[in-house]
């Protein structure tokens, strides 16, 4: 057998379906709650991901990096080189302090800041944060992201519940690439997460599709707006992917199926989605702006 034979892995087994029985956990979500949920701990690449320098000495700022896919981000960009600035919510320090210890690990900075990015002045001041402490910003991360799934669609997503998905998955992102953007030289990357929902909404996440649709069509705007500045502008659209936004937010039944009805037939881990960022991150993507790369285990993302 072969090298190549024994490192090549089954994409459908690679990773086991977790075991989410149990009841719905509070908002938001906790990787320790995650972890008693599904019996194992999610994968964001603390024993696997193999850093190459291709993000050496940059700067970058994830929203929403203390956990999830975030931390996955943080742990990838830190092993290739890179410095943190983490965004997070109040009530999730430990979770943020663990991120910042795999990216301290890995031999790089990391600043942390709590603050709820729902509000201008905090987008503000999380620019100025990492201006004043790392000097520039080389990536910036559009990550966070907040949705509550109701079953009886939009007869139950509450004015109030709209507002908040609406400032933190589209507001947040509008005032942080305009903050930042000055901070910016050529070279630099803004990735926005977006989501297979933005193409194949579902009917209890109807303003959280709104939401990830919105920010497709931003993100290509934008590219064409910063493109002759030598900036580029991109999203990764992650499909059922392990976090602590899913047990936080769906109901249980919703949760036990997670992932299953992709053609990979499981949902995937954090990590699988961080080699995305990467790579629109760093120079291999030189010639890519204005695109949406899916993550989704098969599942079609079309805009």
Known sequence: ????????????????????????????????????QMGEKPDHGEESYVGHDRLLDQVAVV???DSGIGRAIAV???REGADLVIAY??????????????VEEAGRRCVLVPTDL??????QALVDRAVDELGRID???????YQMAQEGGIA?????????????????????????LPHMRAGSSIINTSSVQSSSPSPELLDYATTKAAIVNFTRGL????????IRVNSVAPGPIWTPLIPATMPPDKVEDFGKQTPLGRAGQPAEVATAYVFLASAESSYVTGEVLAVTGGGPVTM
């Open 1 to 36: 057998m072969s090298d190549a034979d024994q490192t090549r892995q089954d994409p459908t087994e690679q990773h086991p379906q977790p075991d989410t029985e149990g009841e719905q956990l509070p908002d938001p979500g906790h990787e320790d709650s995650v972890t008693r």
């Open 63 to 65: 929203t929403g990096g």
């Open 76 to 78: 990838a960009f830190s």
């Open 89 to 102: 919510l109040d009530g999730e320090e430990d979770d943020a302090r663990e991120t910042a210890r795999l």
């Open 118 to 123: 729902v509000e201008e002045e905090a987008c």
């Open 139 to 145: 990536i910036l991360v559009n990550n966070a992201a």
């Open 156 to 180: 139950d997503i509450t004015t109030e519940q709209l507002d908040r998905v609406m400032r933190t998955n589209v507001y947040a992102m509008f005032w942080l690439c305009r903050m930042a």
């Open 223 to 230: 590219a064409l707006s910063v493109a002759e500045k030598g």
